[in-house]
């Protein structure tokens, strides 16, 4: 990905955005790079469990989700917004990345539309003008069954 540009990835849950996010990792992997995939909700617990056991080691792990070459953020939109902090963070750790122009994949169930609702219109902004976005649309492949999982081996 160029410097500071990156992918958000928008639509119906089950349409490959989280397998297309992981593939890109991939090659910046296979190319030497850093990145760190993590799901919002997850991004969310971590800080706040990390935060309450040990502040150096929260400072440390969100240092790290700050500088890695290539942040994953999966779901975006799936974190509880109506406690105070958590907006704030999401807030800071997309606009640092911004700031330093390290590229980012974002996936999201929400249209740029639906997120007017729970995040500040100056990130969305900046979240349009770093990255390119992709709408993809269709029913989910898991009901479908055209998702295909590594078979066993006998």
């Not at 990145?35 to 919002?40: E, H, N």
Request: hydrophobic fraction near 40%.
């Amino acid at each position: 990905m160029a410097k500071g540009k990156g992918l958000i990835l928008l639509g119906a849950c089950g349409t490959m955005k989280t397998t297309l996010s992981v593939a890109i990792m991939r090659v910046q992997i296979a190319r030497g790079g850093s990145c760190y995939f993590i799901p919002m909700t997850t991004l969310m617990d971590e800080i706040f469990t990390r935060h309450a056991m040990n502040k150096e080691d929260c400072v440390r792990f969100e240092q790290r989700i700050r500088t890695t070459q290539l942040l994953v953020v999966d779901d975006l939109g799936s974190e509880n917004t109506d406690v105070g902090w958590v907006r704030s963070k999401v807030d800071s750790i997309l606009t640092e990345g911004y700031t330093r122009m390290l590229p980012c994949s974002i996936t999201s169930n929400l249209t740029f539309e639906e997120m007017k609702g729970t995040y500040e219109m100056w990130l969305i902004d900046r979240l349009r003008h770093a990255n390119m976005a992709l709408m993809f649309t269709g029913e989910s492949l898991r009901k479908s069954g055209q998702v295909f999982l590594p078979q066993k081996k006998h």
